[in-house]
């Protein structure tokens, strides 16, 4: 006997987790169906256990330099296993947590992997058995994989993609980064804090290239202080593994010249590919473009009864997103009327050292956009707070629509930013103006009075 819901959610990642508890609450009978582990790749292999190791070395980081704060540290040492087994714990203290909240909320998880068969109903394998299952409305959050090179398989020894480089079977000595987004930039600054020789190569004229070209070329000269080697303009056009030697890289420059570099190891960090594979899309004729599902402002597809959110309907692909465009789609569906998702209100956070964090338009895109701009930057170097902590670089800076006064965007680099964003977020969730921020007082000392500076900066 097939066993019957009204919503039915494939994937328990940021997105198909709270649009599980959204439905829930909402009155709903729900199943949600996982193959791995509640939380998705996010709580697993992704957002959560990134960050922990990147405390580790940050600590270790800050170990190194204790004797600028009056501190001594004899025999600093790192012992990189415990440092994954830490990050292990954490990821499944949160996978656990995320079981709970299904039981609190009434919610079914359905264990194994699910598969469209179309009239609202899905078949679940786990092991030998298949279960039938039926729903009016189902919702696809079946998130995204590390995308591959080609020619380049990764093989979890020598060349990694991010879950092979978060349980590392060895650390590296001469590391290659593939990649200057924000996973191949925390990567880069957590084996290079702990001692590696790290070489990013981005075929792109710049890192970090969705962000502010302002904060790129911080973040790219900070790298280069720390000892890093930066190769933009450049192609990694195959990859050789060779015994005893580590990996011959082949990269191409910005004329097309071929030169080999040999590495320990390699990260692959080049995107990722939407799981949308071999559950049945295809043959109920959902519309996909390029690997991503087209759904409209609620999340509905062009079928009707089935959903789609979060990494699977397209950038950006981060898990706060999912996370919104759940709750809109659950609520759609119990017959309320959401807001729409507006993307450009979407904060973007980058865990390197130094951090970086920023919503909203970059100067160079608003001026593209046809906006009359302008702009305010305040450093941290006079910023008592940085200075206590030892940590004084970096800056924030603000874009404005010189007419109106609204808020196009923010861009913050250095210390603690990836917290400091949430404030810009929500003056641009309240379409405040320069105006409606310049009596806001700010607490003093703290690193957001550099926030305050770079509002007054635009028009002071």
């Given at each position: 006997m097939t066993e019957t819901y009204d919503l039915l959610v494939i994937g328990s990642g940021p997105g198909g987790y709270v649009a599980a508890i959204r439905a829930a609450q909402l009155g709903m009978r729900v199943g949600m169906v996982e193959r791995a582990r509640p939380g998705g790749i996010c709580l697993n292999w992704g957002c959560i256990p990134t960050k922990a190791l990147l405390r580790s070395s940050e600590i270790y980081h800050l170990g190194k330099a204790a004797e600028s704060y009056g501190i001594t540290v004899e025999a600093l040492r790192f012992d990189l296993p415990a440092m994954v087994e830490r990050s292990r714990r954490v990821a499944q203290q949160l996978s656990a947590g995320v079981r709970s909240l299904m039981r609190k909320n009434r919610v079914t998880v359905i264990e194994g992997t699910a598969k469209l068969l179309g009239s609202g109903r899905i078949s679940v394998v786990k092991g030998d058995v298949t279960t039938e299952f039926a729903a009016k409305d189902i919702i696809l959050a079946t998130g995204a994989r590390a995308r591959e090179l080609p020619f380049a398989p990764s093989d979890g020894q020598r060349i990694w993609t991010y879950p092979h480089a978060l349980m590392p079977p060895e650390m590296p000595t001469d590391l290659l980064v593939i990649g200057s987004g924000a996973i191949g930039c925390e990567f880069a600054s957590f084996f290079a804090d702990l001692g590696a020789r790290v070489t990013i190569v981005e075929m792109l004229d710049r890192i970090l290239p969705a962000e502010d070209e302002e904060v790129s070329s911080f973040v790219a000269a900070e790298f280069v202080r720390q000892g890093m080697t930066i190769l933009t303009g450049h192609r990694t056009t195959a990859l050789d593994v060779e015994p005893g030697r580590g990996v011959i890289a082949t990269l191409s420059d910005p004329d097309g010249a071929l030169e080999p570099r040999t590495f320990s190891h390699v990260i692959v960090a080049v995107g990722i590919v939407p799981n949308t594979g071999n559950i049945g899309l295809e043959a109920l004729g959902v519309a996909m473009e390029r690997g991503h599902v087209i759904v409209d402002d609620h999340g509905r597809t062009n079928i009707e009864g089935?959903?789609?959110?979060?990494?699977?309907?397209?950038?950006?692909?981060?898990?706060?997103?999912?996370?919104?465009?759940?709750?809109?789609?659950?609520?759609?569906?119990?017959?309320?009327?959401?807001?729409?998702?507006?993307?450009?209100?979407?904060?973007?956070?980058?865990?390197?050292?130094?951090?970086?964090?920023?919503?909203?338009?970059?100067?160079?895109?608003?001026?593209?956009?046809?906006?009359?701009?302008?702009?305010?930057?305040?450093?941290?170097?006079?910023n008592g707070r940085a200075i206590t902590l030892g940590d004084p670089d970096g800056f924030a800076k603000t874009v404005w629509d010189e007419e109106s006064g609204e808020l196009l965007g923010a861009h913050l680099v250095g210390p603690e930013v990836t917290e400091l964003i949430q404030g810009f977020v929500i003056a641009r969730q309240a379409a405040a103006t320069a105006a409606d921020l310049f009596d806001a007082p700010f607490p003093y000392p703290t690193l957001s009075g550099t926030m305050r500076e770079a509002i007054l900066a635009a028009y002071l």
């Open positions: 089935i959903w789609a959110i979060g990494d699977i309907v397209g950038p950006p692909w981060l898990a706060h997103k999912a996370s919104h465009e759940g709750v809109i789609a659950a609520e759609a569906i119990a017959g309320l009327n959401p807001h729409a998702l507006d993307r450009a209100r979407i904060p973007g956070c980058t865990y390197s050292r130094p951090q970086v964090a920023s919503v909203g338009l970059s100067e160079a895109k608003a001026r593209e956009l046809g906006f009359r701009v302008r702009t305010g930057k305040a450093p941290l170097t006079s």
